[in-house]
């Protein structure tokens, strides 16, 4: 715990808004069912442009036969190219209103949300998006511009979000610690022109590496679904300290619970 001065504002000189813990919260098959928001995609983009159902999960299968990730919106783009069809124009809005008609959220994720918006607490979005500057279907804006569609789809884009470019979200939050708390991104600021400062750092999140390179003041959740047959390779194997493993969204309350109380404990201490 920081026992010096606390300062007030920022490097850039803005006031400085405290928080004793930040709560990220996973989007792809943690909070969001990420095969139903592409079967939505699908649907949508045959609907809107030239390219077929067909050509899309033919490159999913593709791209998991390959063990690639597959940026959507960056296949979309890429195959566009030239027709004057994009996703921005053409495709998303009719993505974001469909998906808003259905349940697009994981079993048990709204728990999670209903209960940090009942006791007042900060929850973010925190998602992972895929690119590659050496393939052109594969660009970060692209990939970025997924998940944020997502999140928006899903009826989430309220809350604050942030889009991560590695898969080792633990070691990309370490970055933003300093001595006297996270200082988190602006996309996350609580209001504008401010800075958000947390004590702690909570990640639930499906996929054990997204926890690599953590330090101790960022505790971990790492949520399985709770159909064992859902579960994929990047949802198991070993856990660094300061994770606990739980199984479906009730479970991962108790542990959000547990660890805020724990921490607030020790804030104290």
């Known amino acids: 715990m920081y026992s010096g001065e606390m300062p007030i504002r920022d490097a850039r000189g803005r006031r400085i808004i405290r928080i004793p813990e930040a709560i990220f919260f996973d989007v792809d098959r943690c909070a969001l069912d990420t095969m139903k928001a592409f079967d939505v995609a699908v649907d949508v983009t045959a609907f809107?442009?030239?390219?077929?159902?067909?050509?899309?999960?033919?490159?999913?299968?593709?791209?998991?036969?390959?063990?690639?990730?597959?940026?959507?919106?960056?296949f979309i783009n890429h195959t566009l190219e030239g027709t004057g069809y994009t996703w921005a124009d053409d495709v998303e809005p009719d993505f974001v209103e469909r998906g808003r008609r259905q349940d697009l959220l994981m079993k048990g994720a709204r728990k999670i949300i209903d209960y940090a918006a009942h006791e007042g607490l900060f929850l973010a979005m925190f998602t992972y998006g895929a690119s590659s500057p050496d393939r052109n279907d594969q660009k970060w804006s692209d990939a970025k511009q997924w998940q944020l569609a997502k999140i928006e789809a899903a009826g989430l884009g309220a809350l604050p979000s942030y889009v991560c470019n590695r898969r080792e979200k633990g070691a990309k939050i370490s970055k933003w610690h300093e001595k006297d708390g996270f200082y988190l991104p602006d996309t996350m600021s609580i209001e504008p022109d401010t800075q958000t400062v947390a004590t702690r750092v909570i990640l639930?999140?499906?996929?054990?590496?997204?926890?690599?390179?953590?330090?101790?003041?960022?505790?971990?959740?790492?949520?399985?679904p709770s159909d064992e047959a859902n579960q994929m390779d990047f949802q198991k194997g070993e856990l660094p300290p300061g994770v606990v493993a739980v199984q479906g969204m009730t479970e991962a309350l108790g542990a959000l619970k547990t660890a805020i109380a724990y921490g607030r404990h020790r804030q104290q201490g």
């Not at 077929?52 to 940026?71: M, P, V």
């Open 48 to 74: 809107n442009t030239p390219m077929t159902g067909k050509q899309l999960r033919d490159e999913y299968e593709r791209a998991k036969r390959a063990k690639e990730s597959y940026n959507v919106v960056g």
């Open 204 to 224: 639930l999140d499906d996929k054990t590496d997204s926890f690599s390179g953590k330090i101790d003041e960022i505790d971990g959740i790492r949520v399985s």
